[in-house]
């Protein structure tokens, strides 16, 4: 059973910065598609990035695109999502999510292992 545990969620004002990170227990993580997904308050599950097994390739949601960096440590088996000028509509708990196909989607039906989630909230 592979677990995924996110860490670095809170409260930050807007305009500040988050790094989240998500620790996976499987030794197999540096094999797998990772990805970010948020859902805020009474909205749908959305996708925010993606990173491939090797960090070389990348994939962002329109919304978070151009202040966000995903990244990983296969290593550390941690995938990262650093957010930069946080907007109150940046607010959602915040999900990281192991691909089972490979490959750089949105579609949340792909990914098979979730964490419990990190719970963002960006004051204005």
């Known amino acids: 059973q592979v677990q995924l545990v996110e860490s670095g969620g809170g409260l930050v004002q807007a305009g500040g910065s988050l790094r989240l990170a ?4 499987d030794r197999t993580f540096s094999n797998y598609v ?14 925010v990035a993606a ?31 650093q957010v930069n000028s946080l907007k109150p509509e940046d607010t959602a708990v915040y ?19 979730w964490g419990q989630g990190t719970q963002v909230t960006v004051s204005s």
């Open 22 to 25: 998500c620790a996976a227990s």
């Open 34 to 47: 990772m990805g970010w997904f948020r859902q805020a308050p009474g909205k749908e599950r959305e996708f």
């Open 95 to 113: 999900y990281c999510a192991r691909n089972r196909f490979g490959r750089l989607t949105v579609r949340d039906s792909e990914y098979d292992y």
């Open 51 to 81: 990173i491939s097994w090797s960090g070389a390739n990348t994939y962002y949601a329109a919304s978070v695109k151009g202040r966000s960096t995903i990244s990983r440590d296969n290593a550390k088996n941690t995938v990262y999502l």
